[in-house]
């Protein structure tokens, strides 16, 4: 398998949740190829940067190297960029083997993922230190004067490649870092923006233009390099180093900046499309780690908001939930026109005797189950349940322009539904008229509901309903208030006066046979 240069440079890394899933993680083989290849290459980069440095200087007659010597720092070179690619990946390939395999870390392995760029960093600078060692030793005829072309070399060409080397690995760590962290916060220190803007600064500018005037100044006080010499040679030895250099820096540096900022863009484009379950995953703790980390609160807090406006709809109603969502937490109300249905479940006392517990809990959530989706289908609430017993409203808190025919359709519908079901008895009353409907209570605990002479009458016709052969009653309000297709459903059947009420109510029922 070839692993091209421009893949390190181009490759995008954004690696969402599903891109990591197990079935499409590459293999521990394939990472652990590109993670030596990244270390290699960062290594060369390191090199031409101390090749600058030793090129220019080693022509001067006090340090001149030997051509054993040369040949010497030649094969270190070679080891060297073999030598760290073979570590490096013998150090890694544990971490990414079960990465690649998509299993869950223990907690050793998670320790080690998140040491990694840490010793990354010191097998580079050990193999530079032993290389510069090495290479002082082979060429130590010339004397201590070699000593300072090496440290610069050692110095600079190390400082380049531990930092591209970071660049250039972030693609492969910061996936298997992640995973390692996943639901804990991240322990890897890594720059910020700020610090890896200078750290750009410093290799692909700082870095080349000081070698640069170094040399010049060198040259001008005679240090090190003769006065009479040429520096057009070093110059665009440095000039060229630092063109290889910079090109995949800069882009690397850019990208390990907008990929993680381009997953929280896609992610937020998820939760923006309802998918609120969707995370991103945390590398580091620099701001971009703390801006992963945040967003991951934020939707973690909005999942908790909706749930709990779930819950909440579901106690109240989603029409009151949300008019709570608008109008805050105020005591507040209206008198409006609304109707009213009320059902009772008959002989629930002779139930809960004869039955199990858990059996008594059945029939009334198919009970229920019956009552909310015919309220629903007419656009009504379920304001309350008491019990075995039920109060529907409509017209409020949505306005609607027929409450009165929403509700005495709604019984109507109840009553060739619930005689459905077994060993269930019912009594349903309708009433219509003006009503108080809002919230009710003290500030820190209060409930949605409506108050008015309808709702006592419409629990009045409920219980009389009991005993009704169609086991459904409605007021003379209620048929008044309806329009005319739903009237020619119900017929009149007597006046009687409910309990607890002064005046005679006019009774009508649904026509036709029971």
């Not at 993670?35 to 101390?50: R, T």
């Not at 609607?400 to 349903?428: C, N």
């Amino acid at each position: 398998m070839t692993v091209r240069l421009r893949d390190w440079v181009t490759r995008p890394w954004r690696r969402s949740a599903v891109a990591t899933a197990t079935g499409q993680r590459k293999s521990a083989r394939r990472l652990s190829i590109e993670y030596a290849v990244a270390l290699a290459l960062a290594y060369v980069l390191g090199l031409l940067d101390a090749a600058a440095i030793l090129i220019p200087l080693g022509r001067h007659p006090s340090i001149a190297l030997t051509e054993h010597g040369t040949i010497a720092i030649a094969v270190l070179g070679v080891l060297g960029t073999l030598g760290v690619a073979i570590v490096g990946v013998l150090h890694v390939l544990p971490t990414l083997r079960w990465f690649a395999a998509g299993k869950e870390p223990n907690p050793k392995q998670r320790e080690t993922a998140t040491r990694l760029s840490g010793q990354q960093a010191a097998i580079l600078v050990t193999a530079w230190v032993i290389s510069g060692a090495i290479s002082v030793l082979v060429n130590r005829s010339t004397g201590t004067a070699l000593l300072l072309p090496i440290s610069l070399g050692v110095l600079f060409g190390g400082s380049a490649t531990i930092g591209t080397a970071l660049l250039f690995t972030q693609r492969i760590l910061r996936p298997v870092v992640g995973a390692a962290t996943r639901g804990s916060e991240p322990r890897v220190a890594a720059p910020g923006v700020f610090a890896r803007l200078i750290l750009l600064w410093f290799l692909c500018s700082a870095l080349p233009f000081g070698v640069i005037a170094a040399f010049v100044v060198m040259r001008s006080y005679g240090w090190l390099i003769a006065q009479s010499a040429s520096v057009d040679v070093p110059i665009m030895v440095v000039s060229l180093a630092a063109l290889l250099l910079g090109l995949p820096t800069m882009i690397l540096t850019s990208r390990s900046i907008s990929d993680p900022l381009g997953e929280v863009v896609d992610a937020m484009a998820e939760v923006e499309h309802g998918r609120i379950e969707t995370h991103v995953d945390v590398y580091e703790r620099s701001q971009i780690g703390r801006l992963q980390a945040g967003f991951n609160r934020m939707v973690t807090g909005l999942a908790e908001r909706d749930r709990l406006h779930d819950l909440f709809g579901r106690h109240v109603g989603a029409d009151v939930a949300q008019r709570a969502l608008e109008e805050g937490a105020s005591l507040s109300g209206d008198v409006v026109e609304a109707a009213v249905l009320f059902i009772d479940l008959v002989g629930s006392t002779q139930l809960a005797e004869s039955r199990a517990p858990q059996e008594v809990a059945d029939v009334l959530n198919d009970f229920f189950r019956i009552v909310v989706e015919a309220v629903d289908k007419h656009n009504g609430l379920i304001n309350k349940f008491a019990g075995d017993a039920a109060l529907a409203v409509f017209g409020v808190p949505l306005r609607t322009d027929e409450p009165a025919s929403a509700a005495l359709a709604t019984a109507r519908d109840l009553g060739v539904q619930l005689r459905r079901l077994p060993v269930v008895d019912f009594g349903i009353g309708v009433s219509a008229g003006r009503v108080f409907a809002g919230n009710i209570g003290a500030e820190n605990r209060y409930e949605y509901t409506v108050i008015g002479d309808a709702v006592n009458e419409a629990a009045r016709l409920a219980d009389l309903a009991k005993t009704a052969d169609r086991r459904i009653l409605c007021s003379a309000g209620a048929i008044d208030r309806a329009d005319d297709a739903e009237r020619q459903h119900w017929a009149e059947c007597y006046s009687t006066v409910l309990r607890g009420r002064s005046e005679a109510t006019h009774v009508s029922a649904p026509a036709g046979p029971a």
